[in-house]
Structures are given as structure tokens and as C-alpha cells.
């Protein structure tokens, strides 16, 4: 009934719009309603608590709209207001109660007279929010360092402030039933294949969600609807990395509420990739991109290859390491897969408890857990140093690609499962099927692969080595070069 | 079915090749070298008319259904014969619990052929592009084991020939059609000319192959009458340091080999049954998987490759041409 009553077109009579606003609302204490009378009209400014400035509510609407000489009737007084009142800079009008509510629920300051079957809403928004900051999960040395907030405009002023060009385009659209969420589409149109940018929207249209809280919510209808492992669209809290991606011809999606922006679409290599890269001399760069290459092979595999090889395959170690690990493993009571997957288990345990606790606990969690717990267990002789030792680097060298965390956690409990079980061999034929999955994830007609499988020789420049900014200036990369149709 | 390039195409096949060069039984010289590199020429020289066809522009499907039908039932024994070969490999390489017998090869294929089921699945791009990765890894891995192979190698064995003649080493080379009828198959669904595709693809096997066996008779060629897999022995004899053996990692190599060369069967198998049969739209994969097991079954004792299977390879790779000729002519007529 309530929806109903959302759709209907304003009502011209001020009395029953107010009963009407107050019925929809559920007489809410949040919507506020001023009746005044200006011009010799009748008139209600109605807002949200919270959501606007009281400073600019007085100073631009309230102060200016008590000063309008007489009207012959409201529809000349909103031409008036409209005409010889700048009230605010936002300023739009609402025809039903649908878009009243919409406009009072992201900080409008409405108003209705009497007589008028439409409502002018002026954007006055002063709500409390956080201020620009460091981002928290993507460090950076040499470049900026602002980062994404919860508030979509501040976003999206953000972007245009490093993107002067007019080519940057931000379409607005509201998500979601209940939350009534802006979502904003940015991308360049001089850069942006057509057909990317309207499967995406034709992705969004798809969304009949209730709610909006996260991007979490927005991203499984960008992407395929088949079992992927790795996802095809990626996730910055940077705008400057959001803005070097808008560059490259992709599209970016911004969520109000969110401080991520959803980039797609996403390269698997990309994971290794940060703006520092660029502001480094390449052969550091190249240096460090290897260094994360081997430490996500290491944070997958190496406590599995450690179970495979000293419970199957000792021929591969030298007689040295053989005799060391034979002798630190006889000691420990466990077999050393269950050691591994204790071991494991129990870093997961500990880092969840860090993360979900205050800060101030999480902290001490971690060093009670790490430095008491750790070494009680290796002094008791529960579990072995080098198993330990080998975990440790793993779950370290997992830290080094934090946008792989949660594949890299799930598939280094696959991995030490299948070579525990099954040696190298067992190894082998999971990697087989991991490869497949991820070969498989294509979005958009953009291979996750790209550019190592299908091969691009021009992608390698920005792949296995960062060439140097000569060298990618005369390039002119744009994503589409990887779609499938131009291999 | 959607396309792969030319070094997706490349790499699906020739990891087939390698791995039928890996379970090969039966002793080897450099004139297996010389025998087996004149039968490659020689199936690339029998695939000319087919590799003319797709150049026209046209594809299996316009070599009729009889065309598709033999190639299907021809990649289903192969496939049978792969399933055979790592069953018979079983007993030199050391797969945990696969060596226990029966049932320990048995979970060994099994698994295999579960991989197989989900790769086939993904599709033919998927498998391309996963393909192409996989063989580069491998061949890092394998020249790893080369090297330290050739560390064991003893030059003297080059002038072991054997007992095995030119011919019956060329008939037996041409016999060993590796991915023949996936060969067939995929060249339509390869981006660029047929005839570069396929050049590429024989020149690439000849050069392996010469490789493989070379490093196989250097290393192998003094214990030849005691081992029962040349190559597979070979890689287990690699040694880079004194104190350690690295064959591990060709048990790395073989397995995602193995993996590979029967996805590539059923994938292609799977498109194939689609087109004869196309009533059939589900778990057409595992049902190809579950006929070459089954083939692989039957033929598990067969381990001698002679004239028989040249016929065979030589029909499968005319048949398709013949077949699209006498279609046309009737259509002319």
C-alpha cells in the first residue's frame, strides 16, 4: 500500500500533502516539516534531520524565501524562486512522492506550497561523514595518498579533480528498492569500447535488490554467473588507481556508502600491480613484480609442497635437509599433514580474531597468539620448526598480494590436502584444474588471462617487466587491445 | 564451438605428443629418432588435402557426418589408448598409492579422468588458454630434467642401433598419431591460415620429438634392454648434484601431460558426439571419458604400435578429404 502511495503524484493541496508525506513517512521523527507563509502563499519546507546543513538551510533557503514580494498563486511563486532565487547549486523538482523521498533522503531540502502539484528540492546535504584519509588496505610510499570515503560525490569529486579532461563521464543512478543507493558509472568516453559499457549497464539493469550496503552486492551482476575462483572485476580504494584504469579504456562503478570503487574489467596480473611501480625506477619495479610473482606461488604451494616432498618425494632434498627435517618431524606426535592443517587452521583462527576484535585487543590477540602460543607449541614439541617455519613464509608471502587473500587462503587448504594425500602428483592435477577455473573467468569478452594466455608480446611490457614511461607513453594501451575478438 | 590461436593449438597438441613420447615402451636408437621424425613428415603430408579444405574456407561439418562420425569413434580409441598408456606408465613412475596394484592404478585414472571431466567442461578456450600456460611450465620443467639428464649421458649410445629397422621405426611413428584426430578437429576452430597452423604444429612435434628421443638414447641407451621405458627412465636418471635426484619433477611434467592430453580427447570428443548426435546435450564429456576409459580398458595390454595403426591413422586423416570430394561431386552431379 505504502509503495502505492510512493508513486502517486503530488497531491496540490498543502493540508492533505503534509497528512500524506506524514502517512508515507509513518510520521517518522526524522522528516521535519516547517509551515510558513511567503509571498501570500501557503508553503511547508520539509527536510531530513541530519542530512542537511543547518548553516546553509538558513543562509540559502530559509532567509532568502521569507523575502519574496506577494504572488498572485504558488505556480508564480516557484516560477519566481526558480527565476530570481539561488538557493542552492543542486536544485531539482520532484512530481510524486517517490522522488520527494529520494530527494529528502540524500540531504534535499524540499518544498511544497499550496495549490502546487510539484515539490522544489534544494541540495543542502550537511551530513556527518568521515573525512579523506589514508587508505587502510593499499599502501603507498611515493604516490598519493588519499583515498576513497563513504560519501559517492566527495568520490567522484575525487576523480574529477585528478581527470580534468571532459571526456570523464559519471552517470548517476539510484539501486536498490529499500536503500534507495547512488551508484555512479564513470568512464572515458573517448577510451570505453561501446559494447563493454552497455553490457555493464545492461548488468546493472538486471539488479532488483532490496538493499545496497556494499559492493559486494553490485558485483556478482557484473560478473559470469559460472564458478569462478578469481573475480573478474576488481576492487580500489584509490582514486588514483581507479583514474589510471579509466585511462586504460575500463569502466568503474562507485557505490554511495562504499569507500571502494569496482573496476572492470579486472586482469589476474593486475593483482600484483601498485602505483609504486610507476614511480620507481622499472628494474626496481621488475625486481619487487617478480617478488610478488614468487610469493604468491610460494603462499599457495608451500606448505604443500613441503608435506608432498618430505612425506613422498624426499629424493628431491639433499641429503643435509633430509636428515634435518627427518629428524625434527620424528619428534612432533602428529602426521605432517594434520600438523600443516592444524598449523594453518590456527593462523586463520587467530587472524579472523584480529580483524573482528577492537583494534586495541586485535593487537594483543595477535602477539599473545603469535609469540606465546607459537612458541609453547614448538617447545612442547607439538609442532616441528621447519613446518612452522614453512607456514609462516606462506602465510607471509600471502600478505604480499592482499587482493588474492581469500583465494590464496582457500586454495593453500586445497593444495596441502591434495599433496598430502597424493604427493606432487596430487599437486600437479589440482593445479590443472585451478589453471582451467581461472583460464575460464572471462567477463565482457576480457580473458582474466590476458595478456600471458592469449598471448600478447605488447602486454608483457607492463606484465613480466614495467617498461619505462617513454617507452608506454609512445604504447597508447587501452584495455581493448586484450578483448577477445582483437587476439 | 569458439576459437584458440595458433599457439593454443600448438601447445594442446604437442603436450599430447610429449606425453605418448613419455609412455613410450619398446626400446629406442637415433634411427627411432630418424624413423619417428619421417613419419611426422609423413602424417603432415597426409593431412595436406584436409588442411586444403579448411583453407577454402570450409570445415569439418562440410565433410558430412560419416566424416565426424569416424574421427569421433577414431578420438574415442585414442583417448582408449591414452587412458592404456598412463595405466601401463604406472608401474615405472611412482605416483603415491598408484603403484599399490590394481586398484591404486585404478584411483589413479580415476582422478585423471575427473580433472579431465571439469577441464573438457570449461571449453575449448578455457582449455586453450590453460593449455598454453601449462605447456610453457612444462617445458621449463622439462628442460630442467634435460639438462640434468644429459649430465648421466654417454655419447657412445648414439651408435647403438638396435634391431629395429628405418621402416618398421617410421611405420611405428606415423602410428604414433598423438592428437591426430583432435588435430583434425581443432585446425577449423584455429585463428590464421590452416596451412601455417599446421606446419607449425609438425614442425614443433619433429623437433620434440627429435629432442626427447635423443636425450631419452644418450641418457637410456646402455641400460636399453633392461628398461622397459626409455624416456621415462631417462628423466628418472636426471641428477643436476651429486646427492640429488630431480625426478619428481617429470612425475610433474607427466601428470599435467597426462591431464591435457585426454582433456583435449574428450573436448573434442564432447564437440564431435554434440554434431553426430545432437539429441544428446548433456554430460557429453563424461560420457566420452567414460568410452575411453572403457576402450583403455580393453587395449590396456597393447603396447606395440605396428601397421595396423598406420592404416588407421592414414584413414582418419583421408577420410574427412574423400568424404567431402565424393559429397561434392555427388552435389555437382
Redesign the interface.
Known amino acids: 500500500m505504502q509503495q502505492n502511495n510512493r508513486n502517486l503524484r503530488i497531491i496540490s493541496g498543502l493540508k492533505q500533502n503534509i497528512e500524506m508525506i506524514k502517512k508515507i513517512s509513518g510520521d517518522s521523527s526524522d522528516v521535519l516539516v516547517n509551515e510558513f507563509t511567503t509571498g501570500g502563499i501557503k508553503c511547508a519546507l520539509l527536510c531530513c534531520e541530519g542530512m542537511i546543513s543547518s548553516q546553509m538551510v538558513t543562509e540559502m533557503v530559509l532567509s532568502p524565501v521569507t523575502n519574496i514580494p506577494q504572488q498572485d498563486n504558488a505556480a508564480k511563486l516557484f516560477s519566481y524562486i526558480q527565476i530570481n532565487k539561488l538557493f542552492s547549486l543542486d536544485r531539482s523538482e520532484a512530481q510524486d512522492y517517490d522522488t520527494l523521498f529520494r530527494m529528502l533522503s540524500s540531504g534535499f531540502a524540499v518544498l511544497i506550497a499550496e495549490g502546487m502539484n510539484k515539490a522544489l528540492a534544494f541540495g543542502i546535504q550537511g551530513y556527518a561523514s568521515r573525512s579523506i584519509q589514508e587508505p587502510s588496505g593499499e599502501g603507498n610510499i611515493l604516490g598519493s595518498h588519499e583515498g576513497f570515503v563513504e560519501t559517492i560525490r566527495t568520490n567522484m569529486s575525487m576523480l574529477r579533480r585528478r581527470l580534468k579532461s571532459p571526456e570523464l563521464v559519471m552517470n548517476l543512478m539510484v539501486k536498490g528498492s529499500k536503500s534507495r543507493t547512488d551508484i555512479c558509472i564513470c568512464y572515458m568516453k573517448d577510451r570505453v569500447p561501446q559494447g563493454l559499457l552497455n553490457r555493464i549497464q545492461k548488468s546493472l539493469d538486471e539488479i532488483e535488490l532490496e538493499s545496497i550496503l556494499s559492493t559486494g552486492y553490485v558485483r556478482p551482476f557484473l560478473e559470469k554467473k559460472s564458478f569462478e575462483l578469481f573475480s573478474s572485476t576488481g576492487l580500489t580504494e584509490r582514486p588514483d588507481v581507479l583514474c589510471s584504469k579509466l585511462i586504460e579504456g575500463r569502466v568503474a562503478v562507485l557505490v554511495d556508502g562504499v569507500p571502494y570503487g569496482i573496476i572492470i574489467p579486472r586482469l589476474f596480473c593486475e593483482s600484483f600491480h601498485t602505483l609504486d611501480d610507476y614511480a620507481y625506477k622499472p628494474y626496481y619495479a621488475v625486481f619487487i613484480r617478480w617478488l610478488k610473482y614468487g610469493a604468491f606461488i610460494l603462499a599457495v604451494l608451500l606448505p604443500a609442497v613441503y608435506a608432498a ?1 618430505v ?3 624426499p ?5 643435509t635437509l633430509l636428515l634435518l627435517l627427518v629428524k625434527e618431524e620424528k619428534n612432533a606426535p602428529l602426521s605432517i599433514i594434520t600438523e600443516s592443517f592444524l598449523v594453518l587452521l590456527m593462523y586463520e583462527v587467530i587472524r579472523e580474531a584480529g580483524v573482528r576484535l577492537p583494534k586495541p585487543v586485535g593487537g594483543a590477540v595477535s602477539i599473545i597468539s603469535g609469540l606465546i602460543i607459537g612458541d609453547a607449541a614448538v617447545k612442547s614439541g607439538l609442532v616441528s620448526t621447519p613446518l612452522l617455519t614453512m607456514t609462516a613464509l606462506a602465510v607471509l608471502s600471502g600478505l604480499v598480494v592482499p587482493d588474492l587473500n581469500p583465494q590464496i587462503t582457500v586454495l593453500r587448504f586445497a593444495f596441502l590436502i591434495s599433496g598430502g ?13 585451478v ?6 573467468t ?1 567477463d565482457y569478452g576480457f ?1 582474466f ?1 590476458a595478456p ?4 600478447s608480446a605488447k602486454g608483457m611490457g607492463d606484465t613480466l617487466i614495467r617498461q619505462g614511461f617513454r617507452k608506454m607513453q609512445s604504447r597508447g594501451f587501452t584495455v581493448e587491445e586484450y578483448h ?1 575478438s582483437n ?1 | 564451438m569458439n576459437q584458440i590461436s595458433k599457439a593454443q593449438f600448438i601447445s594442446l597438441l604437442l603436450m599430447e605428443d610429449l606425453f605418448i613420447l613419455f609412455c613410450l615402451k619398446e626400446e629406442i636408437s637415433i634411427i627411432t629418432a630418424i624413423g619417428f621424425s619421417a613419419g611426422i613428415i609423413l602424417q603432415f603430408l597426409f593431412s595436406v588435402p584436409l588442411i586444403k579444405i579448411y583453407s577454402r574456407g570450409k570445415s569439418l561439418k562440410d565433410c558430412g557426418k560419416a566424416a565426424e562420425a569416424v574421427i569421433l569413434i577414431y578420438i574415442i580409441v585414442w583417448g582408449g589408448m591414452l587412458f592404456s598408456m598412463l595405466w601401463n606408465a604406472g608401474d615405472v613412475i611412482y605416483i603415491p598409492y598408484g603403484n599399490s596394484g590394481f586398484w591404486g592404478k585404478f584411483m589413479v585414472a580415476a582422478i585423471i579422468a575427473v580433472v579431465c571431466v571439469y577441464i573438457s567442461s570449461s571449453g575449448i578456450k578455457a582449455l586453450g588458454r590453460s593449455a598454453l600456460i601449462a605447456a610453457a611450465m612444462g617445458v621449463v620443467c622439462l628442460l630442467i630434467v634435460i639438462i640434468s639428464a644429459l649430465i648421466q649421458s654417454d655419447m657412445s649410445n648414439l651408435k647403438e642401433i638396435g634391431n629395429k629397422s628405418f621402416l618398421s621405426e617410421l611405420i611405428r611413428g606415423f602410428a604414433l598419431s598423438g592428437g591426430l584426430g583432435s588435430f583434425i578437429m581443432l585446425l577449423g576452430f584455429t585463428k590464421g591460415k590452416p596451412m601455417r597452423n599446421a606446419a607449425g604444429y609438425f614442425i614443433g612435434k619433429v623437433i620434440l620429438t627429435l629432442a626427447v628421443i635423443i636425450t631419452g638414447v644418450l641418457v637410456s641407451g646402455g641400460i636399453m634392454e633392461i628398461t622397459d621405458f626409455p624416456i621415462a627412465t631417462a628423466a628418472q636418471l636426471s641428477q643436476p648434484f651429486d646427492v640429488q635426484r630431480i625426478d619428481s619433477l617429470f612425475l610433474i611434467v607427466f601428470s599435467v601431460y597426462a591431464v591435457y592430453s585426454i582433456a583435449v580427447q574428450a573436448s573434442a570428443a564432447d564437440y564431435l558426439l554434440g554434431e553426430v548426435i545432437p539429441a544428446i546435450k548433456k554430460y557429453r564429456s563424461t560420457l566420452m571419458l567414460a568410452a575411453m576409459a572403457s576402450v583403455g580398458f580393453i587395449f590396456s595390454g597393447n603396447t606395440h604400435y605396428g601397421m595396423g595403426y598406420s592404416i588407421a591413422v592414414a584413414v582418419i586423416l583421408l577420410f574427412a578429404p574423400v568424404s567431402y570430394f565424393v559429397k561434392r561431386r555427388l552435389r555437382g552431379a
Open positions: 616432498i612425506m613422498y618425494h629424493e628431491l632434498l639433499n641429503s594425500l597424493l604427493g606432487l602428483f596430487g599437486i600437479s592435477i589440482l593445479a590443472c584444474a589453471l582451467t577455473n581461472i583460464c575460464s572471462e580473458p588471462t600471458i594466455s592469449p598471448f577477445e587476439k
